[in-house]
């Protein structure tokens, strides 16, 4: 188990290692990223709920369903060789929309680790943006959740307010908002003391 500023804290007995939410919401992840330090660990890794996630893949199941009804259709209009490329196409299509939303979900993450909180965003597949502030920045954490479905599947958003210039670091739509807060308060209270 990790240990939060050289010893056994409090938090690392009460939150075991576990992943939940489809791996949106792990804590004590066995991970590294890129640049996390020798003496870091990693305490939280966060990712939009999955439930998040059905519009696009309501999207693709009817795209798939469509597909099959145009093709009747276009049997009547275009040749066999002319059908087929067509629906390889749109397969190539469907399938390119599908990888880009996974890839999406996948990378854009929040990390909180014992010293600091790390927001990694990826803008298409060539942009990527990294914030990061240090625990002992943060000036205040807070929790945003509204609507029906966030209430029923206990999903919103964590907003990391912090001091000087520092861009400030949102999770939109994270699993269990309050227990993350929860989290960073912790880590704030031991890095004062």
Known sequence: MPTVFGKKSSLSETHDARHR???????????RFE??????????????????QIFWILTVFIMLVLTFFISLFLERILSTQQLIFAVLFWFAVIASYTFLNILNWLFNVGIVTNERIVDIDFHGTLYKELSASSIGKIEDVTVKTGGFT??????????????????NIEFINIPNPAQAASIINNLMRHKKT
């Open 35 to 52: 640049t996390q330090s020798e003496s870091e660990h990693v305490i939280l890794l966060l990712r939009a709920h999955p439930i998040t």
């Open 150 to 167: 966030a209430s029923l599947f206990n999903y919103g958003n964590l907003f990391v307010q912090t001091a000087g210039t520092e861009k």
């Open 21 to 31: 939410f489809l791996h949106a919401f792990c804590t004590y992840p066995a991970m």
